[in-house]
């Protein structure tokens, strides 16, 4: 199946830093990609949906200036989490479909996720 | 609004079957899914019902009424590699774009 990478896998930072996050199709294009947000025994939570080319769509209280979003070509779209504080503090995702994956092209292809501890 | 809703945990032995319903209600709806998770993972897809009635995927199935907005994905021969997290998640709108809403996820454990 199609492959989602995501790196870092964790990063440890100070309150007030900017942490990047990257999320890459390895194996196919993904003009939109989408980015959660999960609490620990919680549901997923959809943040943004990153377009390529194009300023990204983000949910009702995500605060686009906090979270923002760069979708700069078919395969790489990047979460920077700005001036983070301690309640940023959560595991993010993003996520892509595959539409050469057919018939089914509902199915969502995950990252692997990154842990993000501020201090 | 959007919601759906599924138990919160299920515990069950192993080669037990266990069934994981979810109820939705959606501002659109094209298909239900199923996604597991296992602690510090990524979900991974499971099954997939755009129309009514049961999608059968080896040891996993999942069935969809749309006129009930309930689905459910049920779980035959339990391993203990089978405990994890399970979201329903529903589709917003056809293609793409289209966003996926995740339920709250139930956690199943199997015990020996």
């Known amino acids: 199946g199609a492959v989602v990478s995501q790196h870092p896998s964790w990063v440890i930072c100070k309150s007030g830093t900017s942490v990047k996050i990257e999320c890459r199709s390895l194996?196919?294009?993904?003009?939109?990609m989408f980015w959660y947000r999960q609490f620990p025994k919680q549901s997923l939570m959809l943040m943004a949906t990153s377009n390529e080319g194009s300023k990204a769509t983000y949910e009702q209280g995500v605060e686009k200036d906090k979270f923002l979003i760069n979708h700069a070509s078919l395969t790489l779209s990047t979460l920077t989490v700005t001036s983070a504080h301690p309640e940023d503090s959560s595991f993010y995702i993003c996520?892509?479909?595959?539409?050469?994956?057919?018939?089914?092209?509902?199915?969502?292809?995950f990252g692997s996720g990154t842990q993000l501890s501020v201090l | 609004g959007q919601s759906l809703e599924q138990p919160s945990e299920v515990t069950a032995v192993e080669g037990a079957i266990v069934q994981i319903n979810c109820t939705y209600q959606t501002s659109g709806f094209y298909g239900l899914s199923w996604y597991q998770q296992h602690d510090g993972g990524a979900p991974t897809f499971l099954s997939y019902?755009?129309?009514?009635g049961l999608e059968e995927t080896g040891r996993f199935s999942s069935f969809l009424s749309r006129s009930d907005s309930y689905g459910y994905l049920l779980l035959q021969e339990l391993q203990m590699k089978d405990s994890a997290s399970y979201f329903c998640?529903?589709?917003?709108?056809?293609?793409?774009?289209?966003?996926?809403?995740f339920g709250q996820g139930t956690t199943l454990q199997v015990k020996p």
């Open positions: 019902n755009a129309l009514d």
């Open positions: 194996d196919f294009q993904a003009t939109t």
């Open positions: 996520s892509a479909r595959d539409l050469g994956d057919l018939p089914l092209n509902e199915k969502l292809f």
């Open positions: 998640a529903v589709s917003d709108s056809p293609g793409n774009t289209g966003k996926l809403i």
